[in-house]
C-alpha cells in the first residue's frame, strides 16, 4: 500500500470510531474511488478525515495531504495551488471539487444519518462557501488534533498506480509521481 510514514502524534484505533468496524482497508486493489485532499498540519481538517474513513458506506477514500508531492501533483492537474492550504478538496471521476461543493459530495459516500449532509447541494452556493471560508479561516483552533493514527497512515497515498489513476479517470501521467 502507498502509505507514508507518521510525521505526528499517533491516535491509537482503539479510541476511533472505526474500532468496532473491524478491518476498514479497502478490498479493490484499484481502490480510491475518490480522493480527499487536504490540510495533513491543520486539526479540523485531520479530525474531518478521521469522521469520513469511520462513517464511510464502504471504504473507497483515499487521502493525500496538500503538503505532499502528491498534491502537489493533483494541484498542479487542476490548476490549483496546493500551497494555499485553504480548502479540502475532492477528486471524484475526474472533477476536483472545493470548498462546500467537495463537502456534500464527500456526504455522498457516507453511511445514514450523515449522508444527508449531501442535501446542503439545495442551498446557495454562495451561502455554503461563506460558511465554509469562515469555517476555515478559524480551522486550526476548532479541534483537538487527533493525529492521524495507523488506520488513517494506511489510506494516505504518496504516489498513485495507473490502475487508481484510471478508476479516479485521472491522466496516467500522476501515476507514480
Known sequence: MNSAPSTTADSSIKDSPLADRGDTSPADPDWPGQLVVFDGDCPLCRRA???????EARPITGLVTLQSALGHQLGA???QDADDLDSMWLIRDGIL???SDGLWRTAQALTPPWSAAAGLRFVPTPVRDGVYQLVGRYRKRLASDPGMGGYVQSRLLKTLTEAQCARLSLPMTLADV
Open 49 to 55: 478525515v478521521h469522521f469520513i474513513l469511520a462513517h
Open 77 to 79: 492537474h487542476f490548476d
Open 97 to 99: 471539487y472545493r470548498d
